[in-house]
């Protein structure tokens, strides 16, 4: 079955770090690329990077530069989204999503969401 | 990069057509034909409807349909049905992906 299961729900203190899990099943890993996009409550989608899940570049938007990071393991078909010095502001979705290597450039698969809520 | 600009909302009545549209710029929307658009009903992820400007996936109705003049892409939904209340998603993925602010769709 094509599918991304993403890790559960977190909750962290300000100032925490979080790491997202995204672990795809039922298609050939490395023939796509990884986004991650975020939402917040009642907003809507901000994309926040991507990883080149063969060799592991990535590409962030400016806004998380410095407080990102995206890596995959491919012996696992994992990949991972960590967040730095969380902020009230960081409580979200954050949803994983596939793009085709070579493609059109779509979102073709989504995961389901892991709710991170950032609170003291 | 901004966000594309879309309509808060659009309302429409079962059988009618409604159409959201989604402006962005040279650089993103007018320069390149990498528009898609995405559904997303409450608590649920978003999905695919629209791909490069106006192609449609397998499994979705052709009630959808997508086009682009200038810098302005469009989504229409032709006789709307109730399941297709839902916010909906225009993007564009030239050097980096951009969306719009998202549009509230409403079957009166």
């Given at each position: 079955?094509?599918?991304?299961v ?18 795809a ?96 | ?25 040279s ?82």
């Amino acid at each position: 079955q094509v599918q991304l299961v993403q890790s559960g729900a977190e909750v962290k203190t300000p100032g925490a770090s979080v790491k997202v899990s995204c672990k795809a099943s039922g298609y050939i890993f490395t023939s796509y690329y990884m986004h991650w996009v975020r939402q917040a409550p009642g907003q809507g989608l901000e994309w926040m990077g991507i990883i080149n899940l063969t060799g592991g570049s990535t590409n962030y938007a400016q806004k998380f530069q410095g407080r990102v990071t995206m890596t995959r393991d491919t012996s696992t078909s994992t990949v991972y989204m960590e967040l730095n010095s969380l902020r009230s502001e960081d409580t979200a979705v954050y949803y994983c999503a596939r793009i085709e290597v070579g493609g059109d450039r779509y979102f073709d698969l989504w995961g389901r969401g892991t709710l991170v809520t950032v609170s003291s | 990069q901004s966000a594309l600009t879309q309509p808060h909302s659009v309302s429409g009545s079962p059988g009618q057509s409604v159409t959201i549209s989604c402006t962005g710029t040279s650089s993103d929307v007018g320069g390149y034909n990498y528009v898609s658009w995405y559904q997303q009903h409450p608590g649920k992820a978003p999905k695919l409807m629209i791909y490069a400007v106006s192609k449609r996936p397998s499994g979705v109705p052709d009630r959808f349909s997508g086009s682009k003049s200038g810098n302005t892409a469009s989504l229409t939904i032709s006789g709307l049905q109730a399941e297709d209340e839902a916010d909906y998603y225009c993007c564009s993925y030239a050097g980096s992906v951009v969306f719009g602010g998202g549009t509230k769709v409403t079957v009166l």
